[in-house]
């Protein structure tokens, strides 16, 4: 089987509303998107997503680049066809656009295996168990509190039992207070997880992780900023609340830096930022040797295959209000 064509697209959408964290406002997200045809008449598709940066540049990757070096290749051979144009691209930058850009190549590899296979792609790649729990996850700092109630309620409603939500609120006891009122909602016996998408330092981290663990929650995700290893690990040695990080977080190397030095309880690999399956599945294998869980960020249509793969995975992410 040799690869005959290979193309992209990309589009920028607008959000309905201005969606806020902690760090960022985000107006538009953009999708770019690979379709690759084989020889034997299967294509597959990959794509990679962005929070509104960088699609362009991703594209130009791809198209100036990548694709024109696919030509007669054996799209079976995903290995080969990572390591090749990631070490090609490495001088330009290791992770980031070069990664997402490779995702989308990768993702297609896979999808083309799959169909030559006749599997689903958590058979074929493992296994290890046909269903995964999900939870409810929400871009909801810029929500008042009532509204924030009324979120989780609209979830609990429709039968969720594990929900995250954000924190990085400027005051901390207005923090305290939105998720103390989330947890008297959900219960004791529901999972509840916190998001801080990189707001704080340290120091700030520490002192928020030890006022709100008195809620319970499984984890604090991205309590720092993702290029702080040290930091995660000084946190989770004295805060409060278990450490998840990943989203931001590019390549095996890179997880391997936060799992080496002890600094994640929990770590959440996107598909599209880590250059996509063959690279997710080798993240998930570092985690399990240190006996550290998986919680996937995002993708939920790729990362419900993958999850479902692997043994060590907890669950995959939902997230509402995107608002497209
Ligand atoms: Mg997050």
New binding site residues.
């Given amino acids: 089987m040799k690869i005959t064509r290979a193309t992209s697209r990309a589009w920028r959408l607008p959000l309905q509303r201005k969606l806020m964290?902690s760090s960022i406002s985000m107006t538009h997200r953009e999708l770019v998107l690979v379709q690759i045809e084989t020889s034997t008449g299967l294509t597959g598709t990959g794509w990679c997503t962005t929070a509104g940066v960088g699609g362009g540049s991703i594209k130009a990757l791809i198209d100036g680049y990548l694709l024109p070096s696919l030509a007669g290749e054996d799209p079976r051979a995903n290995e080969r066809i990572w390591k090749r144009l990631w070490g090609e691209c490495h001088a330009a930058g290791a992770a980031g656009i070069t990664t997402l850009a490779l995702a989308t190549i990768d993702i297609a590899l896979w999808d083309i295996k799959g169909k030559a296979a006749g599997e689903p792609l958590h058979r074929l790649l493992g296994g290890a168990r046909d269903a995964i729990d999900v939870y409810a996850s929400a871009i909801n700092l810029h929500l008042d509190r009532a509204a924030l109630l009324a979120q989780v309620e609209g979830h609990l409603a429709e039968g969720y039992s594990a929900f995250k939500l954000k924190v990085g609120r400027a005051d901390p006891a207005e923090d305290l207070d939105r998720v103390r009122a989330v947890r008297a909602m959900i219960g004791s016996g529901r999972t509840l997880m916190l998001?801080a998408?990189q707001k704080w330092a340290v120091g700030e981290a520490v002192q928020r992780t030890r006022a709100l663990a008195e809620t319970a929650p499984l984890f604090i995700?991205?309590p720092l900023l993702s290029d702080d290893v040290g930091g995660h690990r000084q946190l989770r040695l004295s805060g409060g609340i278990p450490v998840a990080l990943g989203?931001q977080v590019c390549n095996r190397y890179e997880f391997w830096n936060y799992i080496r030095e002890g600094a994640a309880d929990y770590v959440?690999p996107d598909v599209g930022k880590v250059g996509g399956i063959t690279e997710w599945i080798k993240i998930a294998a570092l985690a399990e040797a240190a006996n550290v869980a998986l919680s996937p960020?995002g993708a939920i249509e790729l990362s419900a295959q993958l999850a479902c793969a692997v043994p060590n995975a907890l669950h995959v992410e939902n997230i509402f209000g995107l608002g497209l």
């Fill in positions: 964290s998001d998408n995700e991205e989203e959440q960020h």
